[in-house]
């Protein structure tokens, strides 16, 4: 059974940094592409950010580029999103994702990111 547990989450102030982990079970992670995604509320589904499964390949939303950094380790199977100058539009519970064609089939509970003063 595919599991995404993520965590990190929480309340920051505007211009504060975060780092989201997600831990992958149930899959060879290292197989496949892995992905953020975010739902702010009232919207939907946003894809934030890319991977490849070596890691080599990175890609960000226009929202997000210059501020966002996605990485993983795949011997310890997890993937992370490291979050800088965050901005109130930030907001909205962040998923990690694993894709079956353009679909994000299987994501985690989610975390909430709150950005308010």
């Known amino acids: 059974e595919v599991q995404l547990v993520e965590s990190g989450g929480g309340l920051v102030q505007p211009g504060g940094s975060l780092r989201l982990s997600c831990v992958a079970s149930?899959?060879?992670?290292?197989?496949?592409?892995m992905y953020w995604v975010r739902q702010a509320p009232g919207k939907g589904l946003e894809l934030v950010a890319s991977?490849?499964?070596?890691?080599?390949?990175?890609e960000y939303s226009d929202s997000v580029k210059g501020r966002f950094t996605i990485s993983r380790d795949n011997a310890k199977s997890t993937l992370f999103l490291q979050m800088n100058s965050l901005k109130p539009e930030d907001t909205a519970v962040y998923y990690c994702?694993?894709?079956?064609?353009?679909?994000?089939?299987?994501r985690g509970q989610g975390t909430q990111v709150t950005v308010s003063s």
């Open positions: 994702a694993r894709r079956i064609g353009l679909e994000y089939k299987y």
């Open positions: 991977i490849g499964n070596g890691a080599t390949y990175t």
């Open positions: 149930g899959f060879t992670f290292s197989s496949y592409y």
